[in-house]
């Protein structure tokens, strides 16, 4: 790039330093992260430079033709509140199209997003509790079902197709990726992936809250005791509340779900936990 301001083909780069950029923030990303959005979709992520060197990031990740999410969007901490930001931000809008934009924003970010019509859903609270217990009954390793009932299930719960994005980031290892079945309609399943600290449960979707607490008591088990274990809950699902009784959740970080353009085909009601900040 010229010494100017400019904008690039990121690429790796541009995911390497959101990812980081993300953990420095204390957003607490998975350690593999950055190779599963890569390998979901590597055009997703922009990046503005300086000097050549990545001085902004932002990721739009496409589903569909109906529905874009964009996340990862930080401006370097020493060149913060120059106008850096704001065209990188109208670049992901632009590769959004006028399919619906969600996005998490951390909630001090809400009014810049209002400004640009974005509007809240609802919130989005991050929760810890220890992991540990027994592995109940009744759950079997999601691999073992054919990946087109996990993409129809996927879809009616997320709102849309996102096969791509499935097939890089439930290849996990034995135990931390688990469905529920019963006379073979599949009923939930969830995901539970290492982090910088501890793990992250994401997502959780499931048919009511005792398929989602199975589901959870599961990825809990695999995670093992002394780990700390993370789930960002959508406050727009009541049902959610049950899974917190009895473990001593503590409740550490908070963000507003916001949409442009309309709203995405979701079933909130089935989503016990978001899948990622970062990705949707």
Not at 230 to 246: K, V, W
Request: aromatic letters at 10%.
């Amino acid at each position: 790039m010229h010494s100017g301001a400019g904008t690039g083909s990121p690429g790796r780069g541009a995911a390497a330093a959101a990812v980081a950029w993300a953990a420095a923030e204390g957003w607490n990303p998975g350690v593999e992260d950055e190779q599963r959005f890569l390998a979901a979709e590597p055009d997703a992520f922009l990046a503005t430079e300086r000097a050549g060197q990545i001085v902004a990031t932002a990721s739009c990740a496409l589903y569909g033709e109906s529905y874009a999410f964009i996340g990862f969007y930080i401006v370097r901490d020493d060149l913060r509140r120059r106008g850096i930001g704001s065209p990188l931000f109208e670049r992901a809008l632009a590769r959004a199209g006028g399919r619906v934009v969600g996005l998490d924003a951390v909630l001090a970010q809400r009014p810049y997003y209002e400004r640009r019509g974005f509007l809240l859903a609802h919130g989005n609270v991050r929760w810890s509790c220890a992991g540990g217990g027994d592995r109940p009954a009744g759950l079997v390793e999601l691999h073992e079902l054919p990946f087109e009932r996990l993409l129809a299930f996927d879809t009616e719960v997320f709102g849309a197709p996102r096969e791509r994005f499935l097939r890089a980031w439930v290849d996990r290892p034995p135990g931390q990726a688990l469905a529920c079945v019963s006379e073979g309609d599949m009923l939930g399943y969830a995901v539970l992936r290492q982090c910088q600290v501890g793990a992250k449960v994401g997502p959780l979707f499931a048919g009511d809250e005792d398929v989602a607490e199975t589901l959870l008591r599961g990825l809990l088990a695999a995670a093992g005791p002394g780990t700390e274990v993370f789930i960002d809950m959508p406050e727009a699902n009541p049902h959610a509340r049950c899974l917190r009784s009895g473990r001593g959740w503590q409740r550490s970080f908070e963000t507003a779900r916001m949409y442009l353009n309309g709203r995405p085909a979701e079933d909130l009601q089935r989503v016990f936990g978001v899948t990622t900040l970062e990705f949707g």
